[in-house]
C-alpha cells in the first residue's frame, strides 16, 4: 500500500554539485509529475510525463531534467544546483481519467548551500 | 500569472465553528477543481473536488461551492476540527491541458483552536 515513494527524504548539496531524485508509484499510473513547493507560492510544476518514454516542461523546468524509462519511475535530476533551487520538491501520479486526483509522495527536503 | 489565487495566507477558527477556504481563478478553461490538504513534512493529499457542470459538492464536514461566473471557489468545513489545522490547497485543471496537469493556489493554513 506503497502509493508514491520519494527518494531520498532529505538532502543538502553545494552549490555546483549534481543530483537524482528518484519517485516510484504502484498504481499503474500513466502520469506522474514533479512539483517544488516554496514559501507563499504553492506547488509549481516542474516537469511531467503522460506515459513512459515521454516527458514535458511544467511551468518551471530550468535547471532540471527528467526521465521516465519505466512506468513505474520518475526520475528527476539537477545537474549543477543553485541556492534557488532550494527547496522541498513533491513527486505525484494519477491516472487519464479526468475525475481523478493526483496523489503525491511525502516530498524531498532539498538544501544547496 | 497566478492563475489560481488563495488570497487569505491564514485563518484562524474556533473548534466546532465554520471554517471557509476561498480560492478564485483567472483561466476559464478550467473546468476541474480540487482541494487538497497538507500537513507539516508529509506530501499534499486530496480532500474534494468538483466538476464545472456542478456549484456544490458535499463529502461529510466538508463542502466545495463553485461560482463560475464570479471564477470563485470556497471549501467549507462545518463543524471544524483541531484535527482539521493544515495548509489547504486549492488546484484546477482543463480539459485541453496535456497529462491533466494542475495549477495550484498559494495556501492557506487553518489552525483550529480547542
Known amino acids: 500500500n506503497a502509493g508514491v515513494t520519494q527518494t531520498p527524504k532529505f538532502r543538502v548539496l553545494k552549490t555546483g554539485q549534481s543530483m537524482t531524485l528518484l519517485c516510484a508509484q504502484d498504481?499503474?499510473?500513466?502520469?506522474m509529475y514533479w512539483y517544488r513547493q516554496d514559501p507563499g507560492m504553492g506547488l509549481r510544476l516542474i516537469h511531467y510525463?503522460?506515459?513512459?518514454?515521454?516527458?514535458a516542461k511544467g511551468e518551471v523546468p530550468d535547471g532540471y531534467n527528467v526521465s521516465r524509462l519505466k512506468k513505474q519511475n520518475f526520475l528527476l535530476g539537477l545537474e549543477s544546483a543553485a541556492p534557488s533551487q532550494t527547496s522541498v520538491y513533491f513527486c505525484?501520479?494519477?491516472?487519464?481519467?479526468?475525475?481523478?486526483?493526483?496523489?503525491f509522495g511525502q516530498g524531498t527536503r532539498l538544501t544547496v548551500v | 500569472d497566478q492563475q489560481v489565487k488563495q488570497n487569505s495566507p491564514s485563518l484562524s477558527v474556533q473548534e466546532g465553528r465554520i471554517s471557509i477556504l476561498n480560492c478564485d481563478y483567472t483561466?476559464?478553461?478550467?473546468?476541474?477543481f480540487l482541494w487538497y490538504k497538507k500537513y507539516p513534512a508529509e506530501g499534499p493529499t486530496f480532500l474534494i473536488s468538483i466538476s464545472s457542470i456542478k456549484d456544490k459538492n458535499e463529502d461529510g464536514r466538508f463542502t466545495v461551492f463553485l461560482n463560475k461566473s464570479a471564477k470563485h471557489l470556497s471549501l467549507h468545513i462545518v463543524p471544524s476540527q483541531p484535527g482539521d489545522s493544515a495548509v489547504y490547497f486549492c488546484?484546477?485543471?482543463?480539459?485541453?491541458?496535456?497529462?491533466?496537469?494542475?495549477?495550484f493556489g498559494e495556501g492557506t493554513q487553518l489552525t483550529v483552536n480547542p
Open positions: 488546484a484546477a485543471s482543463a480539459r485541453e491541458t496535456s497529462g491533466s496537469r494542475l495549477t
Open positions: 505525484a501520479s494519477s491516472s487519464p481519467r479526468r475525475t481523478t486526483e493526483a496523489f
Open positions: 483561466n476559464s478553461m478550467f473546468d476541474y
Open positions: 510525463s503522460v506515459g513512459e518514454g515521454t516527458t
Open positions: 498504481m499503474n499510473h500513466e502520469y
